[in-house]
Structure formats: structure tokens, C-alpha cells
């Protein structure tokens, strides 16, 4: 069964740290890039990150550049997202997604999402 499951969300301080991580079950998506993407309350999903499956390009919205890293684990099944440097205005709900593209349209199968808490 394809299936994304991303962990590693919770509460953090401003200027802390969190490192999520996403895997991929199931064999349809296999080679496929993937991203990150979060929605804040009341806000539109935005596009964080991108990788594509080789772990050759990468994108990053110009907001997260410098303090959030995407990667690839050795099986090519799970990403990951570094963030640090965390800001209030990172507060949202973080998806992994299978697509490539500055747009959540771009991107066709979600996992649940893990909240993001960023204190003040």
C-alpha cells in the first residue's frame, strides 16, 4: 500500500531546532521527487522544499533558504527536513507530498502532516 508518514513535529522555542522526517511505503511512487509543504491556520499550503530523487536538485522557498535543509536517506524512501533558526511565522502544519514544483498543485499524494509549533 503506498502510504507517506511523516514524524518529528512538535513545540519548540524560537531560534531552536526540529528535524522532521517523512517515509514512503509502497513501490508506485518509487523515483518520483518529493517535497515538504505546510499550511498555517487560515493561510494557503505553500511549498517549503523539494528534492528530486536522485538528490541532485533541490528547491527551497526564499522564506526557509539558509536555515532549513532538505535530504534524502540512503534507501531513497524517506526525506528529511532540518529546520533551524525557527521563527514564530514557521508555525503550520508540515506534509510530505510526492511532485516537484514552486506550487502545491504541483504535487499529487500527501501524508497526514505533523503540526509545528514555533513559541515566541
Known amino acids: 500500500q503506498d502510504q507517506l508518514v511523516e514524524s518529528g513535529g512538535g513545540l519548540v522555542q524560537a531560534g531552536g531546532s526540529l528535524r522532521l522526517s517523512c517515509a514512503l511505503s509502497?513501490?508506485?511512487?518509487?523515483?518520483?521527487?518529493m517535497g515538504w509543504l505546510r499550511q498555517a491556520p487560515g493561510e494557503e499550503r505553500e511549498v517549503v522544499a523539494a528534492?528530486?530523487?536522485?538528490?541532485?536538485?533541490?528547491y527551497y522557498r526564499s522564506s526557509v533558504k539558509g536555515r532549513f535543509t532538505i535530504s534524502r536517506g540512503n534507501a531513497k524512501n524517506t526525506i528529511y527536513l532540518q529546520m533551524n533558526s525557527l521563527k514564530p511565522e514557521d508555525t503550520a502544519v508540515y506534509y510530505c507530498?510526492?511532485?516537484?514544483?514552486?506550487?502545491?498543485?504541483?504535487?499529487?499524494?500527501w501524508g497526514q502532516g505533523t503540526q509545528v509549533t514555533v513559541s515566541s
Open positions: 528534492i528530486t530523487w536522485s538528490s541532485e536538485n533541490t
Open positions: 509502497g513501490r508506485r511512487f518509487s523515483g518520483y521527487p
Open positions: 507530498a510526492v511532485g516537484w514544483g514552486e506550487r502545491a498543485l504541483d504535487y499529487d499524494f
